[in-house]
């Protein structure tokens, strides 16, 4: 047996953080060979080379029966249920509500359902069903009136990227980070309206670190203390070693559904550094595991209750470390392993 992955429709960034890893551990749990396989979007992938193919009759060359299609696009699903029929095992993993993202984005009724036909498919037909939260099993099994077995595995990190025990950790409580895009979604300009609020209790730096920093200093200049503010930007391979420097981390988003269900990688790259995060409610499964493993501080539009909370936190040394534990569990290395998943592909 063969699993092979279909990266189309993918970010080159996500295929190294999230696929890679997870095709490695697929491998070493079943003790089988995976391999990349895309209609020519990629020639090769962090040193991972990926076959190329456009039509039925040369992927059908590839295949013999018992093998895995490991897939994360609606549209390559539709594409190559045919296969199906075959023998060959279809994994759909669902990362986000593709129908939904459509509404929101083109106000189109028709598209809406047509993609959310085309997602039922996946999710009626496929061997095996992912998700990446337990929200969003939860509202899968409630949007297609089916109830069936579903497999949460989060969005992970590398063992590699968390942060040494051995770590100097500083015992402050006055550094703010926010790292990533600048999107409306990502409420940016909301995260600086709350450090205004917060500084004027504490004596605090905000630091955006973001690609986009002509958008960044467009909004830095509307804040009431801009001067404790920077921007700047930083190679992928450096976040780690730069977040390490940080004691909270913002991660907003509305209460919508396809936050509800989001398994956001950044908040496992807080905790893997020490950073505590700082999260609305409703995101994922990710808010009630702050909650229940007291490792953040949770958001409720409400910049005095945010104070209070940091005001609550009695040792940031411990409160750092403790952060860092948590990480080592939902490292690919070891979620797969430690938890008992029954897997049958």
């Known amino acids: 047996m063969n699993i092979y992955i279909i990266p189309n429709g993918l970010k080159s960034e996500i295929v190294k953080s999230q696929v890679i890893d997870r095709a490695k551990s697929f491998s070493a749990i079943y003790d089988t060979k995976y391999k990349f396989v895309s209609r020519g979007r990629f020639d090769s992938i962090n040193g991972e080379t990926i076959s190329k193919i456009s039509d039925y009759k ?12 490991y897939i994360r696009s609606f549209m390559d699903y539709i594409f190559l249920q045919p296969f199906r029929f075959l023998g060959i095992k279809m994994v759909y993993d669902f990362r986000g509500f593709v129908a939904y993202e459509s509404y929101l984005k083109h106000k189109s009724i028709i598209k809406f359902l047509v993609v959310y036909f085309l997602e039922g498919i996946c999710y009626l037909t496929a061997t095996n069903i992912f998700t990446v939260s337990n929200q969003f099993s939860k509202t899968l099994k409630k949007k297609y009136l089916v109830k069936r077995k579903i497999h949460v595995i989060p969005s992970l990190i590398s063992q590699k990227l968390v942060t040494s025990n051995n770590i100097s950790i500083a015992e402050s409580k006055n550094k703010f980070v926010y790292i990533g895009g600048l999107s ?20 605090s730096t905000l630091d955006i670190i973001t690609k986009d920093l002509n958008t960044a200093n467009k909004l830095i200049n509307s804040a009431k203390n801009k001067d404790k503010i920077r921007c700047f930007s930083i190679d992928q391979n450096d976040v780690m070693k730069t977040l390490i420097n940080y004691d909270f981390g913002f991660l907003l988003r509305d209460n919508i559904l396809l936050n509800n269900v989001a398994s956001p990688v950044k908040f496992l790259e807080y905790c893997a550094a020490g950073v505590l995060p700082v999260i609305s409610e409703n995101v994922g499964d990710f808010s009630k595991l702050v909650i229940k493993e007291d490792i953040g501080l949770i958001y409720k539009n409400s910049t005095d209750d945010m104070v209070n909370q940091i005001e ?21 290395e070891k979620y797969l392993l430690e938890n008992d998943f029954d897997i049958k592909i």
């Open 58 to 69: 040369t992927f059908n060359s590839f295949l013999v029966k018992g093998d895995v299609l």
């Open 184 to 203: 409306k979604w990502q409420k940016v300009d909301e995260i600086i309206k709350i450090f205004d609020e917060i500084s004027k209790s504490y004596d």
């Open 312 to 332: 609550m936190i009695q040792n940031m040394r411990l409160k750092k470390q403790k952060l860092i534990n948590f990480s080592q569990k939902y490292t690919w």
